[in-house]
Structures are given as structure tokens and as C-alpha cells.
């Protein structure tokens, strides 16, 4: 019990609230005093001076509490699981043909809409052509390597020139 008394000996209550707003009055004498004033008048003799360095809480303080990831990414590959994996439908040989036709009439710069297969799903890009690599058979939509293999449909939206 000392222990707890010493380790406590240095801070001081402080009054939280109304520092403007007086107390509430009550009446001694046929006058309505202070109440408050002689309550603090007695604290304050009783309280030791609180000494410079204990001082405010420092501002960081708060940070501690701020919210922590232990395991940065771990839910995005949660998420990533639980998406359910969408099959791979083949091409016909009629579709395979028209692709290949659209394909060998593309010109670097020309707009495009692609539909293709990566990662368990279908993914959409549509932008510019910036390569069409026919020895690694891959198509360029931007910066996106997308290989002909890959590609579901194929839409020509502006042509280049």
C-alpha cells in the first residue's frame, strides 16, 4: 500500500469542465458563497507542486492507438480466395478465324476492346495498340501484354487513322 501511495504522491487532480462557469452558490449566512473557492483553497495546500517534467501528456501519445496491420496484404489475399474461379470457355473455329482476320488487320495506334482470360477470370482492357509482337504472339494494349491465346473477343472501336 505504500508503494501505491509513493508512485502517486506527484500527480494532481485537475478540475475538468466549467473554468468560466461559476459553482453553484449555497447559502451561509443569509449570503450565497462559494462553494467551490474554499474546496480548492484546502487542495491546493494539500497537493504537492507537480514537478516540470511530468508536465502534459506528450502529443504522440495518441499514436499508439492508431490502427496496426501485423499482416499488410493478408487480407487482400483473402479476398483474392474467395473469389471463385470462372472456367475458360474455348473458341470455336469460326471464332478463332474472325479473331485471327481482325487481328492481322490491326495497325499499331488502333482502339480496341479486349476481352481475355487471366488470372481465373475475364478481364476487360480497351485502349490504344501499342505492339502487336506476332513471333511471341502477344498483343500490347497500352503497357498490358495480353497473349493471343488469352483474347475472347476482340472489337475494333477507332481505327488509327
Not at 471463385?84 to 499499331?108: G, K, V
Request: glycine share 10%.
Amino acid at each position: 500500500m505504500a508503494r501505491e501511495v509513493d508512485l502517486l504522491a506527484g500527480l494532481v487532480w485537475e478540475e475538468v469542465g466549467g473554468a468560466g462557469v461559476p459553482d453553484k452558490g449555497v447559502a451561509v449566512g443569509g449570503t450565497v458563497a462559494d462553494a467551490g473557492a474554499e474546496g480548492r483553497q484546502a487542495e491546493a495546500s494539500l497537493d504537492p507542486p507537480v514537478p516540470p517534467d511530468i508536465g502534459r501528456p506528450h502529443p504522440d501519445r495518441a499514436r499508439q492507438f492508431m490502427p496496426f496491420a501485423a499482416l499488410r496484404g493478408y487480407y487482400d489475399l483473402v479476398h483474392a480466395k474467395e473469389a471463385i474461379p470462372e472456367s475458360r470457355r474455348p473458341l470455336s473455329d469460326d471464332e478463332a478465324r474472325a479473331l485471327d482476320d481482325l487481328i492481322a488487320n490491326l495497325d499499331r495506334g488502333d482502339v480496341v476492346r479486349c476481352r481475355y482470360y487471366e488470372g481465373g477470370g475475364y478481364r476487360e482492357a480497351e485502349g490504344a495498340v501499342s505492339q502487336i509482337d506476332v513471333t511471341f504472339r502477344d498483343l500490347w494494349i497500352v503497357r498490358r501484354r495480353i497473349p493471343f491465346s488469352a483474347i475472347q473477343s476482340l472489337e475494333l472501336l477507332y481505327p488509327a487513322s
